[in-house]
């Protein structure tokens, strides 16, 4: 990690060892790692009033998109040539004294090379990646963390989406969970 990066955040973490994000999907063949626009909006819409009602039209809307996951090498870092060493690639969970840990997710790679352009970039769904974010023991997830519009979910929030469901809006406004696999 650049010295940059370590005195911008708090402390990193790597872990993920034996957990996983999922494999190849076809659906996301032909992702060229470019934000929706719409999703984008949404987060500034809800960075910019601070209600709650936006703040869950955003989760909304992330529900239905694709998020990227950050992976990175570890292992030795001194860079000298050693045939027996090996690294892993493994997910980034950041620490904070009293705020707990927290996994990154992007929503594009544009996102994800503004906090770390050496990334390695997997593609995944907010309930995907909130299930994740709950085995590595991370008690928030924060989206687009370097901008352009950050996203803090926890709580319940995070909870419910752990649980693979997804936050709908209603007809009458309101919003919903829809379970989207039984238990």
């Given at each position: 990690m ?10 990193h973490?790597?872990n993920?060892?034996?957990r ?9 063949a032909?992702d060229d790692g470019?934000a929706d626009e ?5 987060l ?5 009033t ?6 869950l ?6 529900c239905g ?31 904070h004294p ?13 996102s ?10 997997i593609?995944?769904?907010l ?10 023991r991370?008690?928030?997830l924060?989206?687009?963390f ?8 926890d709580?319940e929030?995070l909870a419910n989406?752990?649980e ?20």
């Open positions: 650049s010295d940059e990066q370590t005195h911008q955040h708090p402390s973490e790597l993920g060892a034996g996983s994000l999922g494999g190849y999907s076809e659906h996301y032909s470019r719409e999703v984008r909006r949404a500034g819409l809800a960075a910019e601070g209600q709650p009602t936006d703040y039209a955003a989760v909304a809307r992330l998109s694709r998020l990227l996951v950050p992976l990175v090498s570890t292992g030795d870092e001194t860079m000298t040539h050693d045939p027996q060493r090996q690294a892993e690639m493994a997910a980034v969970l950041l620490k009293t705020l707990g840990t927290a996994m990154l997710a992007f929503t594009g790679t544009d994800l090379s503004r906090w770390n352009d050496r990334a390695r970039p593609p995944a769904t309930d995907v990646v909130a299930d994740t974010a709950r085995q590595s991370a008690s928030t924060l989206v687009d370097e901008g352009p519009h950050p996203l803090v979910i709580g929030v989406l752990a693979s469901r997804r936050l709908v809006r209603l007809e009458d406004g309101g919003f919903g969970w829809l379970a989207t696999r039984t238990p």
